[in-house]
């Protein structure tokens, strides 16, 4: 089992910063991606962030050139958020996509104040 924790979100007025991380612990064998989702419910997540092993990075266009995904080292991961705006108010998951499967941590409240 892989267990995914994450942690940085909080309140912040519009045009402010945040800096999630997540890490990722356990039997780990191989870790294939890690990326930052939002508004999971079911199969109906959207995509924020994502870094691969290679390091391919792929960001959803509302967030590009506001946000940015770092790998911290091989199991942790930032996703520094600057210029914030309500819109981005909403619970961000971790994901880990690991040689086993994938797994999510429990999520971490972003909220944006006009």
């Known amino acids: 089992q892989v267990q995914v924790v994450e942690s940085g979100g909080g309140s912040v007025q519009d045009g402010g910063s945040l800096r999630l991380l997540c890490a990722a612990s356990g039997s780990i064998r191989r870790i294939e991606a890690m990326g930052w989702f939002r508004r999971v419910s079911g199969k109906n997540s959207d995509l924020v962030a994502r870094i691969s092993r290679d390091g391919a990075i792929t960001y959803a266009d509302s967030v590009k050139g506001r946000f940015t995904i770092s790998r911290d080292n091989a199991n942790t991961v930032s996703l520094q958020m600057n210029s914030l705006k309500p819109e981005d108010t909403d619970v961000y998951y971790c994901?880990?996509?690991?040689?086993?499967?994938?797994?999510w941590g429990k999520g971490t409240q972003v909220t944006v104040s006009s």
């Open positions: 994901n880990v996509a690991e040689f086993s499967g994938n797994y």
